[in-house]
């Protein structure tokens, strides 16, 4: 395994972040352990989670998962670089209340107390903002941050789905009163959504933030998605077939699969090997449901992709280009 430093932070972490979105709504508590045993083994040393994933009524499922993993010892939490996030309403549904929600600084405290308990450890390594908050200023999350930076309960701050301008905003509060701020963003990046490289991968690399991309293979559509429809191996609901009803978004993925094919690659390998080559970019996020889907992501770690395979790839789904060049007429 590959290992590169997280943004500003003194951390060394994997090329490839293990991210558990899917133990509990997918894949049950035995098999994800097994997950993330296979994941520690084979280098991968980040693992992503969030408060709100299991979802609906098992909001905090996952995180309970990581827990009693954590709790079967073998130094499994000391070889973990541990990353959670703090946003949505931990209520049930239709039960949300007031002040339990979003960045206040009350929310901020409850919700860490509660991460830290249903993962069975006394600190998390990069505590991360899900969303902005329009509503909450950045001196108060920041207050409440220190508060748990000084309690030893968390060592980082990070976030997550911020545009450029959110993560200038947090960090200059930061600097104005001393502090670190983020060291972190995880935003939608992969070849078929390249907005990101317009102004939220040059903030964080403007301000030393590492650079997480989330849904590297855009909901299933940059996995070999076609070649499964022909074999009757796709799912016909999700993302990515509502995403191939657009006549050019089909023909852009059966350019992609073509040419992939003609290289001997599998498309899913190679759209996590990309997003390896893209300045800036710390590590994508991978969410296998099955140790399978493991074994092909850690593969993608190895895969030296051509200038002339680049360039295509780029032919096919072009980036927007910088700001402001990008909207230059």
Not at 76 to 104: E, F, I, Q
Request: aromatic share 8%; charged share 25%; hydrophobic share 35%.
């Amino acid at each position: 395994m590959k290992y590169t430093q997280l943004g500003r932070t003194g951390l060394k972490v994997s090329r490839l972040v293990l991210g558990t979105m899917n133990f509990g709504p997918q894949t049950d508590e035995g098999s994800s352990h097994a997950i993330m045993d296979a994941a520690l083994a084979s280098g991968i040393n980040y693992f992503d989670t969030a408060n709100v994933y299991g979802w609906g009524e098992n909001k905090g499922r996952t995180e309970e998962i990581i827990g009693t993993w954590f709790a079967q010892g073998g130094g499994r939490r000391d070889k973990t670089v541990l990353a959670t996030k703090v946003y949505g309403n931990m209520a049930a549904d239709g039960d949300a209340w007031p002040n339990h929600d979003r960045l206040s600084a009350v929310n901020i405290r409850r919700a860490v107390d509660a991460s830290l308990k249903r993962l069975q450890t006394d600190y998390i390594d990069i505590y991360q903002f899900h969303h902005i908050d329009r509503h909450t200023p950045f001196e108060e999350i920041w207050q409440a941050i220190d508060a748990l930076v000084q309690q030893g309960k968390i060592l980082y701050a990070g976030s997550s789905n911020f545009p450029g301008y959110k993560i200038a905003q947090a960090n200059e509060t930061a600097r104005a009163h001393g502090r670190v701020g983020l060291v972190s963003e995880q935003c939608l990046y992969n070849l078929a959504e390249r907005r990101a490289e317009m102004e939220v991968i040059p903030a964080a690399q403007e301000y030393g933030l590492g650079v997480i991309p989330w849904s590297p293979l855009h909901g299933g559509l940059l996995g070999g998605v076609l070649k499964k429809e022909s074999e009757g191996r796709r799912r016909k609901d999700g993302r990515s077939a509502s995403a191939l009803e657009n006549t050019k978004v089909r023909d852009q993925v059966q350019a992609y699969e073509d040419l992939l094919d003609k290289h001997g690659l599998e498309p899913g390998e190679a759209a996590l090997a990309w997003l390896l080559t893209r300045p800036g970019v710390t590590g994508p996020i991978v969410g296998p449901r099955t140790r399978e889907q493991l074994d092909s992501a850690l593969r993608a770690v190895e895969l030296e992709l051509s200038e002339e395979l680049l360039t295509s790839l780029d032919e096919i789904f072009p980036g927007p280009g910088p700001s402001p060049e990008a909207f230059a007429w």
